[in-house]
């Protein structure tokens, strides 16, 4: 018999690296989850990308057991890594403060694909480079997509 679920918790928590201290103590104590239980777990899972920012969906239980999902890092945080910035262009209209290639931008939709809602790679890749407009970082190139039906 599938056990009942109480609740869901979602936290974004650096890899590797959890500990009780806020944000994730507090959120898991107030769904009486064992804290230092979910520390251990995540940290054992998470070791090989320590340091990023990884999402993370806990599903609380009724008896207070708990199972969670790790996520892939924010598609904003790939492209700051990509571009090598520390942050956002504060006015991503009219100042650039990056650029990325549509290279990079398949790879970050490829890795991400999982969690977002989308079919094709191409519509994949379309929602990362809106992302990358929004922080005031440029696609350089024409897209794959119009290359291909330049062509024929």
Request: glycine content about 8%; aromatic content about 6%; some cysteine.
């Given at each position: 018999?599938?056990?009942?679920?109480?609740?869901?918790?979602?936290l974004q928590v650096r890899g590797g690296s959890a500990n009780?201290?806020?944000?994730?103590?507090?959120?898991l104590g107030a769904k009486g989850v064992n804290i230092m239980e979910?520390?251990?777990r995540f940290n054992a899972k998470t070791e090989d990308s320590r340091g990023k920012l990884l999402p993370v969906v806990?599903?609380?239980?009724?008896?207070k057991s708990f199972e969670f999902i790790i996520k892939t890092a924010p598609a904003a945080n790939q492209?700051?890594?990509?571009?090598?910035?520390?942050k956002g262009s504060p006015e991503s209209n009219r100042q650039k403060v990056g650029s990325v290639t549509w290279?990079?931008?398949?790879?970050?939709?490829?890795?991400?694909?999982d969690d977002l809602?989308?079919?094709?790679?191409e519509s994949a890749m379309k929602m990362i480079a809106g992302t990358a407009r929004s922080m005031g970082l440029t696609v350089s190139g024409p897209?794959?997509?119009?290359q291909a039906s330049s062509e024929n």
């Amino acid at each position: 018999m599938a056990k009942e679920i109480d609740g869901f918790i979602k936290l974004q928590v650096r890899g590797g690296s959890a500990n009780p201290a806020p944000p994730v103590g507090p959120a898991l104590g107030a769904k009486g989850v064992n804290i230092m239980e979910f520390c251990k777990r995540f940290n054992a899972k998470t070791e090989d990308s320590r340091g990023k920012l990884l999402p993370v969906v806990i599903t609380v239980f009724k008896d207070k057991s708990f199972e969670f999902i790790i996520k892939t890092a924010p598609a904003a945080n790939q492209l700051m890594e990509v571009a090598k910035l520390k942050k956002g262009s504060p006015e991503s209209n009219r100042q650039k403060v990056g650029s990325v290639t549509w290279d990079q931008v398949k790879a970050i939709a490829e890795d991400k694909m999982d969690d977002l809602n989308a079919y094709k790679i191409e519509s994949a890749m379309k929602m990362i480079a809106g992302t990358a407009r929004s922080m005031g970082l440029t696609v350089s190139g024409p897209a794959p997509w119009e290359q291909a039906s330049s062509e024929n």
